[in-house]
């Protein structure tokens, strides 16, 4: 069954780094989600993508974040300056059918930063 | 304010026990309904989903939920548990009518142990 891949599985940085986290959705999806759990919390809807375009972000989704899709499988999200608050897992989601179609989630990338 | 309410965060049942994890919703209008299901180290799998029509919907692994409109509910059962079933399992919802069906607001989620 396809699935969503993201890399790397965790990823260690210093605060006021940069960080790329990577995501290629199931080949024939169009609608892709970033969604974020810090530990101990619900997990959050960040980010959604549609025809290259951002359809919708939530108030997490500030001026540190970015999501791309810089070629026809990769999907990222860049944080330019990481605070410590940005410690969680980021899940990297994608679906095939804007209404009715399941979301489907990769096993996620565990973002710690010092 | 839009929420999903997860009332237990931690269950203990034994094998072969029968399971039923509670979830509550506030919205004012039928949200479309999901369980998804996270094992250690694994992604949000979803076990099943409710969009309308009948409110007893089957799922993966043998799950089930039903849709309650008059309590705002959607409860997942299993007649009987499986050691492998030992995982967090979390509701969530997405508004009807939503152009947007991809945006989920989650619950806080349920840890399953399953005893021997």
């Known amino acids: ?114 | 304010a839009q929420s999903v309410t997860q009332p237990d965060i931690h269950i203990t049942v034994s094998e072969g026990a029968s399971l039923e994890l509670r979830c509550n919703y506030s919205y004012g209008a039928t949200p479309y309904l999901f369980w998804y299901v996270q094992s250690p180290g694994q992604g949000l799998q979803l076990l099943l989903k409710y969009f309308s029509g009948d409110t007893l919907v089957q799922g993966i692994k043998g799950f089930e939920a039903e849709f309650k409109r008059s309590q705002s509910s959607f409860n997942l059962r299993k007649p009987s548990v499986h050691w492998s079933d030992a995982a967090e399992y979390f509701c969530a919802v997405a508004l009807e009518g939503s152009s947007n069906t991809g945006k989920l607001i989650f619950g806080q989620g349920t840890t399953l142990q399953v005893k021997p």
């Open chain 1, 1 to 114: 069954e396809p699935e969503v891949t993201q890399t790397p599985s965790h990823q260690v940085t210093q605060m006021g780094q940069e960080v790329i986290l990577r995501c290629v959705p199931i080949s024939n999806h169009l609608y892709f989600y970033w969604y974020r759990q810090i530990l101990g919390q619900k997990v959050e809807f960040l980010v959604s993508f549609y025809n290259n375009e951002i359809s919708e972000k939530s108030e997490i989704f500030d001026d540190q974040f970015s999501v791309e899709r810089p070629d026809g499988s990769n999907f990222t999200l860049k944080i330019r300056s990481t605070k410590l608050e940005d410690s969680a897992m980021y899940f990297c989601a994608s679906k095939n059918d804007r209404v009715s179609g399941p979301l489907h989630f990769g096993n996620g990338t565990r973002l710690t930063v010092t």
